[in-house]
């Protein structure tokens, strides 16, 4: 169920160095924009919300709304993941909700809300933001493989090998992830997985 949180540990690195790389340029020289927002970060836990400062020596003060904006949004997103991570998954959905009040289209906090609605088992919200981002990000494998662990959960296990295989069509190639992910155990004993596997060439099925 966790496609992109799956991956926080390698991308967390990542995102931290490049906030603190942002942080201490001037902005002219951080031209990444939401389309690469995973590759961005707030510092997490370093602000309160209502007395908010963005970057340093001033930086801050000569930030546009757009870019505040913008930042609140990331700033919300990491907090949802530290606590995601902590398996606080009340607390994820708050902070991923806050994100995309500030940025409705911020296709990593739909992919972790979707995911965080699930661990809590909240299905109609969870339905629905799938539902949300499948429609605004229809090449997004990520979105299709949440759907399958969702009808998995669901007991439903015929939509949620069609959704796993639009997301394998779209590009998933965590094939092992596939295999080891608890939220799809319902699908992989189903026969129709079962089948779909052995059709699969050798180096997927594995």
Known sequence: MTPFIK????????????????DYFPPSQNSASLDSV??????????????????SNGEGEN???EERVRRM???????????????????AVIRYEKALHHNEKFKEA?????TAYLKTKIFDKA?????EGQNQFPQEPLFDYNFACYYSLRGNP???LLALQQAVKKGFKQFEQIESDSDLSNLRQSEEYKTWKERLPPARAT
């Open 63 to 65: 930030l546009s709304q």
């Open 38 to 55: 995973k590759t961005q970060s707030m510092e997490e836990g370093s602000h309160n919300e209502g007395s908010h400062k963005e970057g």
């Open 110 to 114: 739909l992919i972790n809300l979707s």
């Open 127 to 131: 339905l629905e933001t799938l539902q």
């Open 73 to 91: 949004a990331i700033f919300h997103y990491n907090e949802g993941n530290m606590f995601y991570k902590k398996e606080d998954y009340s607390e």
């Open 158 to 160: 015929g939509p949620g």
């Open 7 to 22: 991956y926080l540990p390698h991308l967390g690195l990542t995102t931290f160095i490049l906030f603190l790389a942002a």
